[in-house]
């Protein structure tokens, strides 16, 4: 039931990503729930993205250098050597030019930020995990979540979905303090930059379905 139960990020590179790919994620996906069917674990390993998303924290709450950190990574284990320099530049212009933490103080509050979005017409749960919480200038917050995929880049409309979700999935925090970023496109999407337009549960739930016929038809092949 894996695309019954997804990461946000996951669910909008489904949503969007191409046939070849969307039908290449989800067989792998099916592979993996009839192993641990079988008797095997569905695990892959753990988080690829997972070290990095750590290292970003401690970069800006002032605890380490990311771009000394990711070459420590990379030294650690070469599956990082693509991708993690490619993740730390678009962090670091993200962080640097556009969302302007660089010569601010930034607080990173201890308990990172989860909440789920249950799409009731479906019976699925879109988890939204490990999310950054900051306070800067100890006047206002941020809450920034990760988008990794490197295809597909995401749209206007991709990041009006991810604020949907987030808004909806952590509704005991200000909807004004989320943020969805793309590091590999070095964008970033708010609720000031991408407002929302009121038709994103409609087009989120319209696309999940669409999503989840096509995993329930490739699965009984």
Not at 84 to 91: C, I, M, N, S
Not at 102 to 109: G, L, Q, T, Y
Request: a positive charge; glycine letters at 6%; charged letters at 30%.
């Amino acid at each position: 039931m894996s695309v019954l139960d997804i990461p946000l990020r996951k669910a909008l590179q489904l949503f969007y990503a191409n046939e070849r790919l969307r039908r290449s994620v989800l067989k792998d996906d099916i592979r993996l729930d009839h192993k641990k069917e079988a008797g095997g674990t569905r695990s892959q390993g753990g988080d690829f993205y997972l070290p990095f998303w750590t290292d970003v924290k401690m970069h800006i709450a002032g605890d380490g250098d990311l771009a000394q950190m990711t070459i420590a990574r990379v030294s650690s284990n070469q599956n990082f050597k693509r991708l993690y320099p490619l993740l730390k530049d678009g962090v670091l212009e993200l962080l640097n030019a556009k969302l302007r933490w660089s010569n601010e103080p930034v607080e990173i509050i201890p308990q990172s930020v989860h909440g789920n979005l249950k799409i009731n017409e479906l019976n699925a749960t879109v988890r939204i995990r490990d999310a950054l919480h900051a306070r800067v200038r100890g006047k206002y917050t941020r809450v920034v979540y990760p988008y990794f995929s490197e295809e597909p880049g995401l749209s206007d409309e991709a990041g009006r979905l991810g604020l949907w979700a987030m808004q909806n999935a952590l509704p005991n925090l200000n909807p004004s303090d989320m943020r969805l970023i793309d590091p590999l496109r070095r964008v970033f999407f708010s609720p000031e930059t991408t407002p929302l337009r009121g038709d994103e549960e409609a087009i989120f739930v319209d696309r999940y379905t669409t999503l989840a016929s096509e995993w329930e038809r490739i699965r009984r092949e």
